[in-house]
């Protein structure tokens, strides 16, 4: 039955998918670096897409709380 694709090509799909979402919210704050970060059980291991470097991304997540090493949520 073809209705279902394997993970791996369910999984590369969506990144594509949100590689073009993320080019158009750079478009709107040019120079802006962006870190997405998805952890799902329908996905194999996590999907991060970022055009930051990996230690400042981290950095700035820490930053947004002090003290607590996690992250602030609205």
Known sequence: MGLF???SALQRTIAEHLQDNMRE???LFPGAKL???IRTDAL???V???NDEQA???KAMREMMPGKGGI???
């Open 56 to 58: 400042e991304a981290i």
């Open 44 to 46: 194999e291991k996590p």
């Open 5 to 7: 694709k394997p993970r």
């Open 72 to 74: 602030l949520l609205n």
């Open 48 to 50: 991060i897409l970022s």
């Open 25 to 27: 919210i750079k478009e």
């Open 35 to 37: 870190t997405l970060i």
